[in-house]
């Protein structure tokens, strides 16, 4: 369907320049439900992917898919004469979706379901440490920076960011993996394995690869029509940034909300913090190399109250994620800070 979706749309894209407003707003309507569908059939390949490899490196293979498809539009839809503050946003957008959202409701749900869930405590704090010190060095650091600086702190940044994931990663699938994976006690099926084994990740992967590039494609054609439903209408640039980052948490909610359900909190901790270290920790360094290179900065410090609400929602979360066991009340308080996000973001703030 994404696919079909955008041949249409690159058919029609010139013709609807002089459409109407109405027109236009419903052109973006369509264009980001295909994204979302793609998006979607994106994260379920992986998701297939993932059940073959097992944690860490299934939930490893989630996150970095969903945080390609987030680079992937934040490039494009900031290089059509976009804010400058627009990957800031998107970010910490994404940030806020990812830990009291999908954690938030995750817990939430399944406290309510299952009561106490358990999980390996080593993920949480090594996920908080490495977001707060990413989160640091990227976001917070450069409002302190002069700005004829900002191409050294830029390429330092880049270097920075590639080491901790560098080392994450080795510390991710080496000797380490066990901090990622949690031993969940056996249940008893009637059913019998299946005889053929697991399904080939070979045909999974090209799928996935097909649904990047119509991701791709989408993306390009939502920046137009997004220009076109917002000339002259003062909308805050929030709203642009939390459409991105909702449709790469979109397949990542669904994912994490099931994973509660079925009492495997350590894929729930494993997605929601490991995608919001990946998307500070790769999309950073992405959208900085593309400002070296087009010589256009980004605006990569956060306002004093993203700041706080950013501190706040990590600190919250190194409390809440210290003991290896997630409760109903746990969630609720993310799930209060992320209505607080929602909410700020409507007074424009």
Known sequence: MACAVAVAGYALDNQLNGASRLASVTETAV?????????????????????????????????????LVEVIVLAIVSSKGGSPTLVRDSIYSAVMLDINGI???????????????????????????????AVTVSMIIPEFVPLPSWRAYSAFTIVAMLLLYGVFLRMQTG???????????????RRNPPADGPAPWRPAAAIMAAGII???????????????????????????????????????MLTALRAALANRMQSVVNIALGASLSTVILTVPAMEVMALISGQRIDMAMTPLQTLMMLVTLLVAAINLNDGQTNAIEGMTH???FGAFLMLLGLGL
């Open 103 to 133: 954690l938030g409701v995750a817990a939430l749900i399944g406290g309510f379901k299952h009561g106490e869930q358990s999980y390996n405590d080593d993920s949480a704090r090594t996920y908080s440490v490495m977001i707060l010190t």
């Open 214 to 252: 119509a991701v791709g494609a989408l993306a390009e054609l939502m920046s137009h029509s997004l220009e076109r439903s917002l000339d002259g209408v003062d909308v805050p640039i929030g709203l642009v940034a939390l459409i991105v980052a909702g449709i790469s948490a979109a397949p990542e």
């Open 31 to 67: 264009l980001i439900t295909a994204i979302l569908f793609a998006s979607l059939s994106v994260a379920r390949h992986a998701e297939r992917i993932a059940q073959r490899l097992g944690d860490p490196y299934g939930s490893m293979i989630l996150t970095l898919s969903a945080v």
């Open 175 to 189: 000797p380490h993996s066990y901090f990622f994976s949690y031993s969940y006690p056996e249940k008893k099926s």
């Open 335 to 337: 799930f209060v800070l």
